[in-house]
């Protein structure tokens, strides 16, 4: 009887924690249809679109090399910064995005492609993100890792909270379920033999958080948060 509720509740804890890499994972399958102008990763390269490798987060028209349509740079010019929510739109409609925020109606988009499905945009999204954390903000979170102490918590699994600001934290073992508002340096630990899954939510009316499966006597550190599972974790970085 013990072991069963174990089990079911491990199967739990497993499939809540992939919802988000299941995400990812349709969209490396949708990512297909952009690959055949974009590139993304390692080595990544120009082709008939730009590298998109950390595209969340950066000025619209900016990757070195490209020679993007005078609409985009001027979009980026004005300020424009992609985020899940814009590449959304964007790749549903691209010239309606560009006249759009351009406020411009002769405004045409250079990407010829249109993706309509919701659940597809969100899926690759999510598989774009995958490729954040090499890029954007990662040395100035290497930095204030340095400060941080080691990992090892015999017999717990444990999460401190390495960012400035007041979270919300869920620790979830094989005996229980936690949650603590955290604030900076504060951590929050539960006892286990077999390791368990540790998320952390931006404020507690937060639906979409960052979750990480944790190794049995492993403790890990968030660095910065960021939403849809982006969040930097100490053990990421090292
Ligand atoms: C037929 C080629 C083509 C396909 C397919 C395509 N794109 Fe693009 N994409 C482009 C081009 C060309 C640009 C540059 C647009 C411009 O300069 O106006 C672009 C720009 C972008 C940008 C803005 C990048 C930046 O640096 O500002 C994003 C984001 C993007 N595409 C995402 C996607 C996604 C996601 C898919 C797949 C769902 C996709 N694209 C499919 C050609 C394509």
Excluded at 97 to 115: C, E, G, H, N, S
Excluded at 182 to 200: N, R, T
Aim: aromatic share 8%; with cysteine; net charge negative.
């Amino acid at each position: 009887m013990k072991i069963q509720t174990i089990i079911s509740s491990l199967a739990i804890i497993i499939s809540v924690t992939s919802a988000h890499a299941q995400d990812a994972d349709a969209g490396r399958l949708v990512f297909k249809k952009c690959a055949a102008c974009h590139q993304i990763g390692d080595g990544a390269k120009n082709g008939a679109g730009p590298v998109l490798t950390g595209v969340i987060g950066r000025q619209a028209g900016s990757y070195e090399g490209f020679r993007y349509s005078k609409y985009m740079v001027a979009a980026g010019e004005a300020g424009h910064v992609w985020d899940e929510d814009s590449i959304f739109e964007y790749i549903s409609n691209p010239t309606k995005y560009l006249r759009k925020i351009l406020d411009d109606p002769r405004a045409k988009a250079k990407m010829r492609f249109k993706l309509k499905s919701e659940e597809d945009r969100r899926n690759v999204i999510a598989y774009l993100a995958t490729f954040q954390t090499t890029m954007g903000k990662a040395p100035e979170a290497m930095e204030q890792m340095t400060a941080l102490p080691s990992t090892d918590t015999p017999g717990r699994v444990c999460v401190t909270n390495g960012t400035a600001e007041e979270h919300l934290f869920i620790v979830e073992t094989e005996n229980t379920r936690i949650n603590e508002m955290l604030g900076a340096g504060m951590q929050l630990c539960a006892d286990s033999d077999q390791g368990g899954k540790i998320s952390v939510f931006e404020s507690p009316d937060d639906q979409e958080g960052c979750t990480r499966i944790m190794a049995p006597n492993k403790s890990d550190t968030l660095v910065r948060y960021m939403d849809f599972d982006r969040c930097f974790w100490g053990t990421h970085i090292e």
